[in-house]
């Protein structure tokens, strides 16, 4: 048997060349609870690696990841609470607003006026001051909308849930920039550039790893994600609240 990160020939339950687990397989439930149930602030030598790979070649380090070359990268949830961690605490430090904040804001500002139940705007209140965790919280209902939209690619729902918390970690390094960029230069143009580009990321990404069939086909696909994505998430946070309510 062959070491999936390196090739080299392995005789155990470790690789004596690069260190990685013998048996590593597909993404599967008790691999992600083994992530989450470990130290996932955790910062090793693969957290900049793994950043670098995925603003050069998101597809490829990510399709490596899934076939077995994990240990050079670092852990997938533990990448998106990272960089997440790294906006909320950029937004302080600059005295700004997530973007998280602006859209719960607006939202609460309409339920106040129809003098909606306190437990509704608490759980908002909750979802704008947590960043991380809200963002941990949809990540399950993004990655339906793109398991079910490409659904052909053959790739299963716990792989997608992997393959976005990658791309949510380094929307969330992007916006850290965008939040730097704003306190230092007071451009509303440039800082439109920014986001267009973090928004665009999400369609780089689809288009590098989903390489397979109609390039124009794929873009549609990345289209209808965020619009499941839209509808999946007002149907989550509409259900949430009902919840509370009772």
């Known amino acids: 048997m062959n070491c999936k990160n390196c090739g080299h020939s392995v005789d155990g339950n470790y690789c004596s060349r690069c260190g990685q687990k013998s048996d590593v397989g597909r993404i599967n439930l008790s691999y992600l609870l083994s992530e989450i149930s ?12 793994t950043l670098k790979e995925l603003l050069v070649a998101p597809g490829k380090s990510v399709t490596e990841f899934l076939n077995g070359k994990r240990k050079k990268y670092f852990k997938p949830i533990s990448y998106l609470l990272a960089c997440s961690t790294l906006y909320f605490l950029m937004t302080l430090i600059t005295n700004q607003n997530t973007w998280m904040d602006d859209l719960i804001s607006g939202f609460m500002n309409g339920a106040l006026e129809k003098n909606t139940e306190p437990d509704v705007t608490t759980i908002l ?16 209902v993004f990655s339906l909308a793109s398991y079910l939209v490409f659904l052909k690619f053959g790739n299963n729902y716990l792989e997608h849930l992997v393959i976005n918390s990658y791309i949510t970690g380094q929307q969330a390094v992007f916006y850290s ?18 986001i267009i580009i973090a928004i665009s990321y999400t369609f780089w990404f689809f288009w590098q790893f989903f390489k397979e069939g109609s390039r124009m086909i794929n ?5 209808m994600t965020y619009v499941l994505y839209l509808i999946f998430s007002l149907v989550f946070l509409t259900a949430l609240m009902r919840m509370i309510e009772l």
């Open 38 to 49: 470990g130290n996932i602030f955790q910062i090793n030598h693969g957290f900049l690696y």
């Open 125 to 140: 209140t909750w979802f704008s001051k947590n960043y991380a965790y809200a963002t941990l919280l949809l990540l399950p």
């Open 177 to 194: 920039f965008i939040a730097i960029t704003r306190e230092i230069v007071n451009s509303y143009i440039l800082e439109l550039i920014l």
């Open 219 to 223: 873009i549609l696909r990345s289209i």
